[in-house]
């Protein structure tokens, strides 16, 4: 059975940080692209955060960058997002995504960020 679980999410002063796990299971991990997608109240779905099957190659939404790091660990079949710096425009609910043939997502994690 596969499975997507996130967590690490929470209330957060504007300019804190938190880091989101997403542990995978019921799939070959280390086959599959990963990403991070965000949905806000009244919003469509945006992505986040990309990160290759090696991690060697990642990239990020512009208003992410220099703020967020995307991070996985193959051996431990997890997922990571650093998220420093921290907004109110941040606070979403934050689902981890696997991509190969087939796609696979998480229930998500709420992450609220607010004085």
């Known amino acids: 059975q596969v499975q997507l679980v996130e967590s690490g999410g929470g209330l957060v002063q504007p300019g804190g940080s938190l880091r989101l796990s997403c542990a995978a299971s019921?799939?070959?991990?280390?086959?599959?692209?990963m990403r991070w997608y965000r949905q806000a109240p009244g919003k469509e779905r945006e992505l986040v955060a990309y990160?290759?099957?090696?991690?060697?190659?990642?990239s990020y939404a512009d208003s992410m960058k220099g703020r967020f790091t995307i991070s996985r660990d193959n051996a431990k079949n997890t997922l990571y997002l650093q998220m420093n710096s921290l907004r109110p425009e941040d606070t979403a609910v934050y689902y981890c995504?696997?991509?190969?043939?087939?796609?696979?997502w998480g229930q998500g994690t709420q992450v609220t960020v607010s004085s």
């Open positions: 995504n696997a991509k190969r043939y087939s796609e696979y």
């Open positions: 019921g799939f070959t991990f280390s086959s599959y692209t």
């Open positions: 990160i290759s099957t090696t991690g060697g190659t990642t």
